[in-house]
């Protein structure tokens, strides 16, 4: 891989942003809805329950926002190449499918790292709710979820290269699709069996486990829950890594590429 293609593809996707404030405001406004959404929420829980546990709810919030971000950085690069109706130039030039999918890890990436400082500022700001003061264990579960989310943002993007446009709203449905099982906002536990067993399959779902754990008991690392969100990364990407190359190798010999940069 060529570092400097990686470097130019990532500063070519950067500039849409900042040379659009639309953009800007659509990537801080639903994360912020959702955090103030939640929040409140939160503190009413806590008022009635009188228990402070339950500001793990905001923690959640922010997580879940760290892998649908990640997701949407890599599925998100890709259309907009293809609303750009530049898709053509990206693969007939001198970029490698593994070039231009490492790119857009970085910018999902940067994106979810700035909207985590905006969001864990906010939560500071507004209620009171401080991330740092649990400690680097959530450091290793944060990378987790982006991890999935760069899985989840392959998917999507191998979908979108081999049926279209017509597809391309499953890159803000699909994360949608796994949150119930993830436990994103409850425990897995509470879940139905066959529930339970799909969720166990997932990363994020063991990840959120441990920040529960984490805020439940700061200080303390869920070694167990992280081996195994881990381990399941590796299965998601080689995964998610098999299914975009097959589907990139079809959609080029049937010609949809080609498509994207003329219809």
């Known amino acids: 891989m060529n570092g400097v293609t990686i470097y130019g593809i990532v500063l070519r996707y950067l500039y849409i942003y900042r040379r659009s ?20 929420l ?3 829980m806590t008022q009635l ?11 959640a919030m922010i997580f879940w926002d760290i892998l649908y971000r990640s997701a949407q950085g890599v599925s998100i690069s890709f259309l907009e190449d293809i609303w750009a109706r530049n898709t053509l130039n990206v693969f007939v030039a001198p970029v490698r499918i593994s070039e231009f999918i490492v ?22 700001a507004i209620y009171d709710f401080h991330l740092t003061r ?8 944060f990378a987790n979820l982006m991890v999935m989310g760069w899985a989840i943002g392959m998917i999507t993007m191998a979908l979108i290269m081999r049926y279209g446009q017509g597809v391309e709203a499953l890159a803000w ?3 949608f699709l796994i949150q ?19 969720g166990s399959w997932m990363p994020a779902t063991h990840a959120f486990e ?42 080029r010999r049937e010609g949809h590429l080609a498509k994207f940069g003329t219809l």
Do not use: C, H
Not at 21 to 40: A, C, K, N, Q, S
């Open 134 to 141: 649990l400690g680097l264990a959530l450091i290793p579960l």
């Open 49 to 59: 329950s009188g228990s402070p546990k339950i500001t793990f709810l905001i923690g």
């Open 21 to 40: 404030v639309p953009r800007l405001i659509e990537m801080l406004f639903w994360p912020t809805m959702d955090l103030l959404v939640w929040g409140f």
């Open 173 to 175: 449905g699909i994360p």
């Open 210 to 251: 441990g920040m529960r754990q984490v805020i439940a008991d700061p200080g303390s690392f869920p070694m167990e829950l992280f081996l195994r969100a881990a381990g399941l990364n590796v299965l998601w990407l080689v995964g998610a890594g098999v299914l975009t190359w097959v589907l990139y190798q079809s959609a």
């Open 180 to 198: 119930p099982f993830a436990a994103v906002f409850y425990p897995l536990e509470v879940l139905p069996p066959w529930m339970q067993a799909v």
């Open 42 to 44: 939160t503190v009413y």
């Open 103 to 124: 790119a857009t890890y970085v910018v999902g990436f940067l994106k979810t790292s700035f909207i985590v400082l905006i969001l864990s500022g906010l939560a500071v």
